[in-house]
């Protein structure tokens, strides 16, 4: 190999690993629950749901299908756990 493929190649690499390093954290995911409860905190609800399948831990969607709290969510952190959720900083979207 040239000195200038492996120049060109090192920058392709350092290139591609710094773009990767300064994208944004996220693990977007979606929520869907069967049934659920929601309480007031601050300008945002705080979600309780049973019956929940899904993926994703931040900047989830969570779908509540029936109850007082039926609708569609934007939670900034939910912890799923053997079907219930809980959900933080929900917003209805």
């Not at 994208?23 to 609800?45: I, L, V």
């Not at 939670?75 to 959900?87: A, E, I």
């Amino acid at each position: 190999m040239t000195f200038r493929r492996r120049a060109a190649r090192a920058a392709g690499i350092a290139v591609l690993t710094l773009s990767a390093l300064s994208a944004p954290a996220r693990a977007d995911g979606s929520h869907e629950c069967f049934s659920g409860e929601r309480s007031p905190a601050g300008g945002a609800y705080t979600l309780t749901g049973w019956g929940c399948s899904g993926a994703g831990y931040a900047d989830v969607t969570v779908i509540i299908r029936l109850g007082a709290a039926a609708g569609t969510y934007v939670c900034d952190h939910v912890f799923p756990w053997n079907g219930t959720l809980s959900g933080n900083g929900c917003r209805i979207s």
